[in-house]
């Protein structure tokens, strides 16, 4: 858990590694096998060149992080606000990152911004977004 | 489960998916941080709420073989944390379905509810799909 909240502040980043097991296992669990994601002959022959993995993978990396960082803050009063730019694949490393942007008052209760990014080892962005965050309440 | 599957052309705005009952059971929740290579922390991760609402969609809609629909974007908002073993239904609506050239955009809404009919989270899904 963050133990500082204040604007600039740097969040841990999470890497992952994608693997096709590990695809196959979030599939599994799912239950969405669509064969762009599971069938790597299928998807050998479609205009992607092969396998991918689900955009709420990579999008499960953003909500961990925050997780890690707001704790059940998040888990019960966070926002996410996410675009998949590019495919995630087996092999690729995973870096999401974010700092605190801005801090921002609405009716007595402070909100962290905080816009992520998520790239692949070739610096390609793979998923980007905002997520926000209730920090502290004033109210009485 | 939606035991009904219906086709993609009958996804106009306005079309309310069947709502789906799922049990956030110990092992659902388990798979799925072995599948997310997370710890966890005693809760239902939020994202696999969502994993289960879109799970309920796709499956009631299934592709024509050989299609790919791409997730392009996804909103999400959470209000409450939901304990694990707790049962949450799923509901999902047509809020827009826009042409694009060779390309649809469908607009979903998801809301998901606990037990106690309180909402759970609730977001908007953008999937692009082949016209």
């Not at chain 2, 999400?76 to 694990?84: A, G, M, N, T």
């Amino acid at each position: 858990m963050l133990t500082e909240i204040q604007e600039g502040k740097a969040l841990n980043p999470v890497v992952k590694y994608i693997t096709q097991e590990k695809i196959n296992l979030y599939a599994e669990a799912s239950g969405d096998f669509n064969p762009i994601h599971v069938d790597e002959s299928f998807a050998a022959k479609t205009p992607l060149g092969g396998t991918i993995a689900h955009g709420m993978l990579s999008l499960a990396y953003v909500s961990e992080m925050m997780t890690s960082a707001f704790g059940q803050s998040w888990m019960s009063g966070g926002k996410l606000r996410a675009k998949f730019k590019e495919p995630a694949r087996p092999g690729d490393t995973l870096t999401i990152n974010t700092k605190i942007d801005c801090i921002e008052q609405k009716d007595d209760v402070s909100y962290a911004n905080c816009n992520f990014e998520c790239r692949n080892q070739k610096g390609e962005i793979i998923v980007t977004g905002e997520a926000i965050v209730k920090v502290s309440s004033d109210k009485k | 489960m939606p035991d009904k599957a219906i086709s993609y052309e009958e996804l106009t705005p306005g079309y309310k998916f069947p709502p789906a009952t799922y049990e956030l059971s110990d092992s659902f929740v388990s798979k799925y941080l072995k599948a997310v290579d997370s710890a966890g922390d005693g809760f239902v991760p939020p994202l696999a709420i969502t994993a289960c609402a879109i799970a309920a969609m796709t499956k009631s809609t299934p592709l024509p073989p050989g299609t790919i629909a791409i997730h392009a974007s996804q909103e999400l908002e959470f209000f409450k944390l939901v304990p694990i073993g707790a049962t949450i239904e799923c509901h999902i609506g047509v809020a827009q379905k826009i042409a694009r050239g060779k390309m649809s955009m469908l607009i979903l809404e998801i809301e998901v509810f606990d037990k106690g009919k309180e909402k759970v989270q609730s977001g908007r899904a953008t999937i692009a799909l082949p016209t």
